[in-house]
């Protein structure tokens, strides 16, 4: 019975201690790490170097290099995170906007096409491509793309409008570029 006492008298010290340890740990790291929450962009690339293999963290950087005006990095990061993605379409999808944002319309088919093959019962990849392809100037392609989609149940409302887009600008022979459908144009104005 003794001995018990002697441990538990023992014990709770080190307890204690270990668990003011602790504490003063956790409030020195605290302080080392106010620095990264300073802001959202900080914040992203500290968790770079806390978390190199999460797809979360990369696109989080990635979309933070298009805020700053890197999308060249931000390109780079998206593929990174693309490359983490268990379920990579979704981070594709959105990789492929920010790409037709810069007009980058080629660039946003590849990744798009790629989304689709990865996860064809998807909806929301299927406007953004033919939207892509028109600014291509793919209207043929994106005629079919969007006539194949309008035979499906529960196919998207505005596969209608760019099926019509596509048949017009086909007809009417418009240079490729000219049509941009689902982006800011003013966006990508030289004067911003």
Excluded at 5 to 21: D, H, M, Q, Y
Excluded at 79 to 102: M, T
Excluded at 119 to 141: C, F, M, N, R
């Amino acid at each position: 019975m003794q001995r018990m006492e002697t441990r538990s008298a023992f014990v709770k010290p080190a307890l204690a201690t270990a668990c003011l340890g602790l504490v003063i740990a956790g409030g020195i790291r605290s302080a080392r790490r106010q620095a990264d929450w300073r802001d959202s962009d900080t914040l992203s690339l500290a968790s770079i170097g806390d978390s190199p293999k999460s797809w979360r963290v990369w696109q989080s950087y990635a979309e933070s290099m298009f805020r700053n005006g890197n999308p060249d990095d931000g390109v780079l990061a998206y593929h990174r995170a693309i490359d983490l993605a268990p379920s990579p379409w979704w981070v594709q999808n959105a990789l492929a906007r920010k790409l037709r944002e810069l007009g980058r319309d080629e660039d946003a088919v590849v990744e798009l096409r790629q989304s689709i093959l990865e996860h064809p019962g998807q909806v929301d990849a299927y406007p953004e491509l033919a939207a892509a392809l028109i600014g291509v100037g793919q209207y043929g392609e994106a005629e079919s793309l969007a006539r194949r989609v309008i035979a499906r149940d529960g196919a998207p409302a505005i596969m209608v409008w760019l099926a019509h887009v596509a048949d017009s600008a086909l007809t009417n022979k418009i240079p490729a570029g000219q049509i941009r459908i689902g982006v800011n144009t003013q966006a990508q104005s030289p004067t911003r």
